[in-house]
Nanobody, 116 residues
Framework: QVQVVESGGGLVQPGGSLRLSCAASGSRFSIYLMGWYRQTPGKQRELVATITSDASIKYGDFVKGRFTISRDNAKNTVYLQMNSLKPEDTAVYYC??????????WGQGTQVTVSS
């Protein structure tokens, strides 16, 4: 069973920055994809950013250059640097991990609140 643990959420003012981290452990298989999704009450979970083991990256349309995803393959850790945060970025951010055999391991989520 793969354990997925997020950290780094919190309260930040509009225009500020936060860095989220997610570490995966316990996988029998190599990890293919790591990434971030977010969800607000009453809405579907949406893509923020994903990165594969060969560094192929995908961002959600709303990111528009404000967020940067990176990954340390040796540590099975993914990071999300979020800059120029807006109130509409307020959400629970979830880390997703896909191995080469099994997909859709999720963390418990970390709350990001952007408010003055």
């Amino acid at each position: 069973q793969v354990q997925v643990v997020e950290s780094g959420g919190g309260l930040v003012q509009p225009g500020g920055s936060l860095r989220l981290s997610c570490a995966a452990s316990g996988s029998r298989f190599s990890i293919y994809l790591m990434g971030w999704y977010r969800q607000t009450p009453g809405k579907q979970r949406e893509l923020v950013a994903t990165i594969t083991s060969d560094a192929s990256i995908k961002y959600g349309d709303f990111v528009k250059g404000r967020f940067t995803i990176s990954r340390d393959n040796a540590k099975n850790t993914v990071y999300l640097q979020m800059n120029s945060l807006k109130p509409e970025d307020t959400a629970v951010y979830y880390c997703k991990v896909d191995t080469y055999r099994v997909q859709d391991y999720w963390g418990q989520g970390t709350q990001v609140t952007v408010s003055s």
